[in-house]
T-cell receptor, first 113, second 115 residues
């Protein structure tokens, strides 16, 4: 059984650019959540999608957005990148909202220069 | 709002010894889950153990056990017979059972197992 797959693993972007990160959940999982991990702020919740609908959103500016497709794959987009957006972005999937059986991916390391 | 506090940024333990990682949390919720996750250099967050707040019995998974003190809002992790592969960052996390879709993480404890 394949795990949660995040692509790419590493990414370097320039300030002002935009970036799209991808997350493929475990087969059958319908909930996908995104987290930002930085040394200064730790792990912070970005948003959660279930059946293509965003159900919850963390306290991040509108430059951070996401979407989920009918096959449950999810993408997150960050526009107008800032140096402070450099982080490890983690994705987690689960069967449903009521399940606490979350599985995390290995993340995408984004560096903004 | 929920907060999770891990007061030990770094810890070390000799191989085969026992170590306890501390975690406290603050919430007004009564129905929730608590977790310990491990993050090795591979970066993937791996579930170590979880506890449902309504269960008084402390959870145990092989060499890993917790001491859950609900009234004190304390949730410590005990690792017995420490192994080199236990070297990692350990995060304590809270999830509200009613909403069930957002983790609140502590700042982590970096554990090093010394051979």
């Amino acid at each position: 059984k394949a795990g949660v797959t995040q692509t790419p693993r590493y990414l370097i972007k320039t300030r002002g650019q935009q970036v799209t990160l991808s997350c493929s959940p475990i087969s059958g999982h319908r909930s996908v959540s995104w987290y930002q991990q930085t040394p200064g702020q730790g792990l912070q919740f970005l948003f959660e999608y279930f059946s293509e609908t965003q159900r919850n959103k963390g306290n991040f500016p509108g430059r951070f957005s996401g979407r989920q497709f009918s096959n449950s794959r999810s993408e997150m987009n960050v526009s107008t990148l800032e140096l402070g957006d450099s982080a490890l972005y983690l994705c987690a999937s689960s069967l449903s909202r009521d399940s606490y059986g979350y599985t995390f991916g290995s993340g995408t390391r984004l560096t903004v220069v | 709002a929920q907060t999770v506090t891990q007061s030990q940024p770094e810890m070390s333990v000799q191989e085969a010894e026992t170590v306890t990682l501390s975690c406290t949390y603050d919430t007004s919720e009564s129905n929730y889950y608590l977790f310990w996750y491990k993050q090795p250099p591979s970066r993937q967050m791996i579930l170590v153990i979880r506890q449902e707040a309504y269960k008084q019995q402390n959870a145990t998974e092989n060499r890993f056990s917790v001491n859950f003190q609900k009234a004190a809002k304390s949730f410590s992790l005990k690792i017995s017979d420490s192994q080199l592969g236990d070297t990692a960052m350990y995060f304590c996390a809270f999830m509200n059972k009613n909403t069930g879709n957002q983790f609140y993480f502590g700042t982590g404890t970096s554990l090093t197992v010394i051979p």
